[in-house]
């Protein structure tokens, strides 16, 4: 009976409570509103990079298999899903800053007062520009110019890829945006309610691979993607990257990350109580 409790009150204290995990996003997102636009920029910068070599992760194994494509494609999806949260996990533990993230993490303290609107403004602004030049950073120096994914059959998921990104409508992009970001939050909330390394790998892994395998927008990994297919030759412009996918994906990462995870779980544990 003794082992019982003592194993019953260990599992108790290895997980935060949603209520808790509530209270470490607000103090995450004050400590993130303290910090220099330097050094915001610096880890937005890792951030994107972080993110664009789990994209890469993901082409060279999801996209290394063509045979098991061909006759199983789910389970391709599963691989190419499986890879990519390597880098989130990168995010979150060696310290970096990610837009997508913080939609999510300001908005209950902005919603309690506790920090104004110009808070996480400043900072989405910021981190998207450094996440972007991280991004680009990866597709082009270390990918594109190391010929990583130059050959058959990377070279052409890489095309496919940024072709099947930039050719859907604007309403549809921002849909899956919204689905992705959501998901991307809900990772790293229930990164959050763990306090082991071992817990917080496996709260991050589950969401990110569910969203990356059903085929949502993340406007972060998309400025990998799709410049990657750019910077290889496809026939894709930076206007079309832009218009077509950049923009609706970030609006719906936004709805995604700051509404369905920041915003309600904000109304369900901590306005009403």
Request: glycine share 12%.
């Amino acid at each position: 009976m003794v082992i019982l409790v003592l194993k019953l009150t260990i599992n108790k204290m290895s997980l935060n409570s949603p209520k808790e995990i509530i209270k470490i996003a607000g103090n995450l997102a004050i400590e993130k509103d303290n910090y220099s636009a330097k050094k915001i920029l610096t880890l937005s910068f890792l951030g994107g990079a972080y993110i664009a070599i789990g994209g890469l992760l993901s082409i060279l194994i999801g996209g290394g298999i063509p045979g098991i494509a061909a006759e199983n494609p789910g389970i391709a999806k599963f691989l190419f899903g499986a890879a990519f949260p390597v880098g989130l996990m990168m995010v979150v533990m060696a310290g970096a800053e990610l837009f997508t993230g913080n939609n999510a993490y300001f908005m209950p303290n902005v919603l309690s007062g506790r920090q104004k609107w110009t808070a996480p403004l400043r900072n989405w602004g910021l981190v998207y520009v450094g996440n972007f030049i991280g991004a680009i950073f990866v597709a082009y120096i270390l990918t594109h110019l190391t010929g990583v994914l130059a050959s058959d059959p990377w070279s052409g998921v890489v095309e496919n890829i940024a072709i099947g990104k930039t050719s859907n409508p604007f309403f549809k992009t921002l849909i899956k945006g919204i689905g992705a970001n959501w998901l991307v939050c809900l990772a790293l909330w229930m990164g959050m309610s763990a306090q082991h390394t071992s817990g917080k790998i496996m709260g991050i892994w589950w969401p990110v691979m569910t969203f990356v395998a059903l085929g949502f927008e993340h406007s972060i990994a998309n400025m990998f993607f799709i410049p990657l297919a750019i910077f290889e030759g496809a026939d894709i412009s930076w206007t079309s990257f832009i218009i077509n996918n950049l923009i609706p994906a970030t609006i719906g990462n936004i709805i995604g990350g700051a509404f369905f995870v920041g915003t309600i779980y904000w109304y369900a544990y901590e306005k009403n109580n």
